[in-house]
């Protein structure tokens, strides 16, 4: 039921994912709803083909909405994606990314390094996040930490590889802001994503410090934000690993979409026993509802 706080421990339940029509079906429950933006709201190049309406019905009849986003970018960039993709620019009462979360220390002086050597997808994306902070982007020789910001969906394998040795030699902290492993692209394509470098890092026995979902700290800011319990919020994401056990460590009800990042899963098979096989093979919770696509 909307609200419940019971969690599924493996292995000794059957499937009790409830299946939605729509989003509509359990909105009412919570005054709240917060939208994963990959694989969820848009594939990178457009929006879920009902998406839009979706989410103008929800905040029409009242419901916050909000974008909760490992990205290492700040959350203003992310917001004037939304709004080019389609989405109406007063949409989200909150949109809050995992790079924003890590500035917001590094301006309080939460995060002291101001020497970094920064890993993007795009050139100037280090020097945009670092906007107003005392912060230098230096060679890794000369650098205090790692900025793991993102990952060129075009990168070799192997292409940071001299980085990371140099980290793991010099004992240097990585800073991940943005947890994902793997993200979806148009036409189902899987690309791997920062998470999945700094995991590596840190079972070759480097430092990591993760920023981002599942880690209850951002869970707890999109709260903060929008002045609302637990209880009182929905997560609505594609990823087991992060939104859904995210979600659940912070005591928010979550919706799995099943056509995102795990979309390949779903080609056969009843929907709660493949989300139920999925959650044993990852350790992470059961959602409790899933949906094809946001609609």
Known sequence: ??????????????PVTKALASLSDVASGYDAIVFDQWGVLHDGSAPSSAAVAALTELKARGHMLAVLTNSGRRAA???????????PPDLFDCVMSSGEALWHEFAAHRTAFTRLHAITSRPDDAIDWAAGLEVNF?????????????????ALPGA???VFAVALERGLPVLCSNPDRTAPR?????????G???????????????????????????????DLPPERV???????????????AAGWDSVFICGGLHAQSFR???????????????????PEFTLETVR
């Not at 230096?138 to 075009?154: N, S, T």
């Not at 148009?186 to 920062?194: Q, S």
């Not at 995991?199 to 709260?223: L, S």
């Open 196 to 226: 999945m470098l700094a995991h590596d890092h840190a079972n070759a026995g480097g430092e990591v410090r993760y920023v981002g979902k599942p880690h209850v700290p951002i869970f707890r800011a999109v709260e903060a934000a929008l």
């Open 160 to 162: 940071y590889d001299g």
């Open 138 to 154: 230096v060679p890794i020789e000369e650098a205090e930490a790692v900025l793991l910001m993102g990952v060129a969906d075009d």
């Open 268 to 286: 056969s098979g009843e929907v709660g026993e493949t989300v139920a096989e999925l959650a044993r093979s990852m350790d992470t919770p059961l």
């Open 77 to 87: 960039p992310n917001a004037a994606r939304l709004t080019a993709l389609g989405f």
């Open 234 to 248: 929905l997560m609505v994401g594609d990823s087991l690993e992060h939104d859904i056990a995210g979600a659940a």
């Open 186 to 194: 148009p036409g189902g394509a899987i690309v791997v994503m920062p």
């Open 1 to 14: 039921m909307p609200g419940s706080r019971i969690r599924r421990i493996w292995p000794n339940t059957d």
